[in-house]
């Protein structure tokens, strides 16, 4: 059992900044963060599969987010850049990669409570 706490939400003008964090009390085969809003399926933003590091990022995602890996930790960050409204939503990380495509919420085992990410215009 590996459990997951995020941190590092909040609101942001269009255009800033924000990290989000998640700690895992043990270690796993990969970790995600993945989004979502009321009434839409959860959207996979960033996964990294360890320990190569292999970062995957989902089309809302490239260019303008980081995922990392801190190896000390058993711990992932996100950097989210240029942030806009549309990136708006509760972001969930994920662990454990049990099978099938990596930005795919069933494809992975354990998740955190989530954060809230508002983007305001």
């Known amino acids: 059992q590996v459990q997951l706490v995020e941190s590092g939400g909040g609101s942001v003008q269009a255009g800033g900044s924000l990290r989000l964090s998640c700690d895992a009390s043990g270690s796993t085969n990969g970790m995600a963060w993945f989004r979502q809003v009321p009434g839409k399926e959860r959207e996979g933003v960033a996964a990294?599969?360890?320990?190569?590091?292999?970062?995957f990022y989902g089309d809302s995602a490239k260019g303008r987010f980081t995922i990392a890996k801190d190896n000390a930790k058993n711990t992932v960050y996100l950097y989210m850049n240029r942030l806009k409204p549309e990136d708006t939503g509760m972001y969930y990380c994920a662990a454990e990669i049990s099978g099938g495509f990596v930005l795919r919420a069933s494809s992975f085992k354990y998740w955190g409570q989530g954060t809230q990410v508002t983007v305001s215009s």
């Open positions: 990294i599969r360890i320990p190569d590091d292999s970062p």
